[in-house]
């Protein structure tokens, strides 16, 4: 299993900035479907975004597309997420999630092929979360 801390979370106010990391140790971080999710009270886990750390397309939700980055630095196994231009329905707690996987292949995206085995694995390791308030 990879364990995962995630950090940055915090307050913010509407059309302000935060960048999430998630570091990852246990791992050979080139082989992982990476990702981020989100959950606020009362609501569903949505997937943010997620990424194939070996290479490939993005994939971003639509709901954060255009405001949201996600990116990795193999060197030091850790993924981001630069959230700028948040709104307040990006209230929620974030969790980092990896799950090890050869390259995806099918119909779409590596990224969004990563998002959909996240969504579904049993396999999947989680970090414990960390807050985003936006007021």
């Known amino acids: 299993h990879v364990q995962l801390v995630e950090s940055g979370g915090g307050s913010v106010q509407a059309g302000g900035s935060l960048r999430l990391s998630c570091a990852a140790s246990g791992v050979t971080f080139r082989s992982y479907c990476m990702g981020w999710f989100r959950q606020a009270p009362g609501k569903e886990r949505e997937g943010v975004a997620a990424?194939?750390?070996?290479?490939?397309?993005?994939y971003v939700a639509d709901s954060v597309k255009g405001r949201f980055i996600i990116s990795q630095d193999n060197g030091r196994n850790t993924l981001f997420l630069q959230m700028n231009n948040m709104e307040p329905g990006d209230t929620a707690k974030y969790y980092c999630?990896?799950?090890?996987?050869?390259?995806?292949?099918?119909?779409?995206?590596?990224?969004?092929?990563?998002?959909?085995?996240?969504?579904?694995?049993?396999?999947?390791?989680w970090g414990q979360g960390t807050q985003v308030t936006v007021s």
């Open positions: 999630a990896a799950v090890r996987s050869p390259p995806p292949r099918g119909s779409g995206t590596s990224g969004g092929l990563c998002s959909d085995l996240l969504g579904s694995s049993q396999s999947v390791d």
């Open positions: 990424i194939y750390t070996g290479g490939g397309a993005k």
